[in-house]
Structures are given as C-alpha cells and as structure tokens.
C-alpha cells in the first residue's frame, strides 16, 4: 500500500516524501484487459512483444515539456561517457501511431549530445513500418514491448514512456516496470506518465534504476521511484485538480480518502486556496507559491526556482 513517509530532514523538521513503494496494492481501474507480462530474465525473454497495442493517438510537440524537464533535471545522463554509459541508447517507448514524438525528442537531445542513440519501440506493427523511413544510422525503430527490442551489447540509460500505461490494468503496473528494469544500466532513469492531448499538462513518475545488490531499498524491480512531477505551461491556467486527471496508472485510482495521494492533493488544494491572492500576479506565480506553502506544510517539494518557474513541480522521496 501506499504510505507517506515521514522523513527527518537534516534541521530535524519532518517531511512527507514521496513513498517508495509507488504503487497499491489492490489493483482498481478500467482499461485493456491485463496482460499477462512474463517476468524471465532479459536473457531469457521471449521475443514476443510484451503488453497491447493501445490507441495511438500523439501530437507534434506533445512531449517537448518531458524533453525539457530531462535537460533540467539530469543532463549529465545523456553525456554521461563512462562505462556502458558512453554508447548507451534512449528508448522512447509506445510512441504512437507515427514517429513524431521520437524524431523531436531526437532533436532536442542531440542538441546536447549529436551523437546520442535513439531507439523508439511500438508494439503494433503498422505504427513500426510508418516509423522505418526516418530511420539512420543513429535512429532506430523497433517493434517490441516492455520486453525491449535490444541487440546484444545495446545499453539503456533513459526510458520515456508517455500515455502508454495509462490504457493498461493497474495490476500490469509493477510487472511493466520490473520488465523494463531489466535493460537500464544502475543509474538510469524512467520518465513514465500520462498527458493532456496537447501534453500542456502532465505527471510523471521519475523512477532510478538501482545496483541489484542494494536490497535496503523498497522497490520494484530495482526501480526506485525518485520524484513525482506535476508540469504545466499554464495554459490551462493553473487548478490543481486537473492534476488529479492525469496522475500516472499507480497513482489515478488512488485520489480517495485514506491513501496518501489524497492527503497530498487535499494539502495542495488547501495551498492554493491560502495562496491565492498571488493570483493577481499570473498563474505562474500562483503555482510557485502554493508548492511553497505545500512545502511549509512538510512536504518534500523541489523548491528551486529553475524548475519551479518553468512550471514543474517535483514531489521528491527521500
Ligand atoms: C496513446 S499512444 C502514445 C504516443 C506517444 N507516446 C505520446 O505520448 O503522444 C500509446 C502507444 O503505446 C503503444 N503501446 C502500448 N503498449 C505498449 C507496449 N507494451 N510496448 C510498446 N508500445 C506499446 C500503443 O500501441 C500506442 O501506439
């Protein structure tokens, strides 16, 4: 179950951090029908791709505010060059029913690393062939699942998985991400979660890839989740609630009295609400204060002004 967990800062003030267990227990919700998702070693996986065609629907730009955020929050992660790092690939996985989201994310980040490889996965055969012509020596598309389409000696350092676990079971939550756990190297990331169609609003769990040996941790598949982020460009203006709408599938069925997430956005509304005079300034400032107040009120949030200002919220664990 998911339990906020109270957490001594080092002035001794307690804080609520994000818990590590990012997922429920009692599965809940619509969607697909499970899938049945094998959990083997990568070795040991079959080919066939894991998980369900879903819609496909994407839109140009829609991603560009998760491209963005990875440039802020860990650029280090695509020039890394140690070890398995140096050649290591970025997977853009489900991408939808044409190559956009893989081709802009391409861009941006070759911005930073020109020679950066790119591998965007599709479950869904038509959506792999429409992908082909855009392919080159350093962009790839595959036809796959959560059971990554890697070669021998393929490396990943960066997984983006966006409105793709959204369409499944709550239940396929966890094997999903133990599955994908499996093709990161330790220190890699996942950025997975849901958007509105335009993606001018989003959330997303922030997952790190663990040492294997590190068994002090609670997690899932050697994920650990690090972060929750809340986005927004303020288009929408700024309402908490619509938040609520786009939680990522752990997290979406969870909104009732009793579990934490409830507790956080009954915390976030009550900040917003004290806060609301900054109105009169915009809803980028709006916004800025109320994470302030969230975070008076002991909870674990990213108070720097170079995420904040830019409208992403970030909910830290410990
Ligand atoms: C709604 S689209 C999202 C497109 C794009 N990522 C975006 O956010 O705009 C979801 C895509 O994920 C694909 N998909 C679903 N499950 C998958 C899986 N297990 N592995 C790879 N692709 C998957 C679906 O076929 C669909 O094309």
Redesign the pocket.
């Known amino acids: 179950m998911l339990v906020a967990l109270l957490i001594l800062n080092k002035q001794n003030i307690p804080q609520v951090g994000l818990d590590q267990y990012c997922f429920a227990s009692k599965p809940a919700g619509r969607s697909v029908t499970s899938v049945k998702i094998n959990c083997m070693p990568h070795s040991r996986a079959s080919k066939k791709?894991?998980?369900?065609?879903?819609?496909?629907?994407?839109?140009s730009n829609?991603?560009r505010r998760v491209d963005n955020f990875i440039l802020l929050y860990e650029p280090s992660l695509l020039t890394r060059t140690d070890d398995l790092f140096a050649d290591s690939i970025f997977i853009d996985?489900?991408?939808?029913?044409d190559a956009r989201?893989t081709l802009e994310s391409a861009a941006r980040f070759r911005r930073m690393k020109p020679n950066l490889k790119i591998l965007g996965?599709?479950?869904?055969k038509d959506?792999v062939e429409a992908a082909l012509p855009f392919a080159d020596d350093k962009t790839f598309f595959r036809l796959?699942?959560?059971n990554l389409p890697m070669k021998e000696n393929e490396h990943v350092h960066l997984i983006q998985a966006?409105?793709?676990l959204r369409?499944y079971e709550e239940k396929d939550f966890a094997p999903a991400y133990e599955r994908l756990a499996q093709y990161v190297l330790p220190g890699g990331l996942m950025i997975e979660g849901t958007?509105n169609p335009f993606g001018s609003i989003w959330c997303a769990n922030v997952a790190r890839k663990t040492l294997e040996s590190d068994s002090s941790l609670s997690k899932i598949g050697d994920w650990r989740f690090e972060a929750l982020i809340f986005s927004t460009n303020f288009r929408l203006g700024f309402d908490v609630e619509e938040f609520q709408t786009i939680l990522p599938k752990n997290l979406i069925h969870h909104v009732i009295k009793g579990e934490p997430i409830y507790d956080f956005f009954e915390a976030w509304k009550r900040s917003a609400k004290e806060t609301a005079s900054m109105k009169a300034y915009g809803a980028k400032q709006w916004f800025v204060a109320s994470a302030e107040s969230l975070a008076q009120k002991r909870y674990r949030i990213n108070l720097h002004r170079k995420f904040l200002s830019k409208g992403y919220m970030i909910w830290e664990n410990d």
């Open positions: 791709p894991e998980g369900q065609p879903t819609r496909g629907k994407t839109a829609r991603l996985l489900g991408y939808g029913f989201t996965v599709e479950i869904d959506r796959g699942g959560f966006f409105n793709v369409q958007s």
